[in-house]
């Protein structure tokens, strides 16, 4: 039973520092993809985070709040909008040799990330 108890902690860890892996290997991908370091993305994330906090703060009714997060909601579509039509014209950059103004994600990078979401599917569904 206590073996059983013991497995069972270990196998948490383990899920648990998988997923820590994954986490942060999505936010360097996430930064490479921006052509941002780790650092410069984690602060834009934060004040983007701190913009909508504020904006929260100050609504006095759930409607106001409703409209903050309908706001905020239109602005993730539009930046994924733009960034859908940034990689189709990447594309076509590409067939013309043009640079890219992004920096890509490394084929190592892609290859850490699949072994990273392996580990955390292996680890964690036990």
């Not at 069972?8 to 290997?25: D, F, G, I, P, T």
């Not at 410069?40 to 909508?52: C, I, T």
């Not at 504020?54 to 409703?66: H, I, P």
């Amino acid at each position: 039973m206590e073996w059983k108890a013991g497995e069972s902690e270990r196998q948490q860890a383990v899920c648990k520092a998988a997923q820590e892996h994954m986490q942060a290997l999505e936010i360097r991908t996430r930064a490479m993809a921006a052509g941002l370091s780790v650092e410069a993305y984690a602060e834009a994330e934060k004040a983007d985070v701190g913009k909508l906090v504020s904006a929260l703060d100050s609504a006095t009714n759930d409607a106001e709040v409703e409209a903050v997060i309908d706001a905020h909601a239109a602005e993730l579509e539009v930046q994924d909008a733009a960034t859908n039509a940034e990689l189709k014209t990447q594309g076509s950059q590409q067939f013309l040799e043009q640079k890219l103004k992004k920096q890509r994600i490394t084929t190592d990078t892609k290859q850490e990330i699949e072994r990273a979401e392996k580990a955390v599917n292996e680890a964690c569904s036990e």
